[in-house]
């Protein structure tokens, strides 16, 4: 399952976010967004677990939690369709 955390302090980094999740079990990949310039996180990542149930057991524990005094929001990552613009459907 793919996981979106958001408002990161500027200064997280990949393992600071394996230390919180692999508690919950196995994490496959972590991507923080960082500037392409400056290379500071920009306040948001994703990480995959295969384990669901573990996934959303580490969901459920760490949104609204704190890294640095800064809360923290984690919830499951949308996939690309379901960000898209929903164009209404025409019938003929």
């Known amino acids: 399952m793919r996981i979106y955390i958001g408002n990161l302090p500027k200064d997280a ?3 600071d976010l ?3 999740f ?3 079990g196995r ?3 972590i991507k923080i967004i960082r ?3 400056s290379r500071i996180c920009r306040g948001y990542a ?3 677990m295969p384990d ?3 996934a959303r057991k580490a969901i459920e524990d760490w949104d609204q939690g704190s890294i640095d005094d800064q809360i923290i929001r984690v919830d499951i ?3 690309s369709k379901d960000r898209s613009i929903n164009h209404p459907v025409i019938s003929a």
Request: charge should be negative.
């Open 13 to 15: 980094d990949e393992d």
């Open 18 to 20: 394996l230390d919180m």
């Open 46 to 48: 994703f990480l995959e």
């Open 27 to 29: 994490v496959k990949n």
């Open 22 to 24: 692999e508690e919950y």
């Open 35 to 37: 500037d392409r310039y």
């Open 52 to 54: 669901e149930t573990a």
């Open 77 to 79: 990552a949308k996939s």
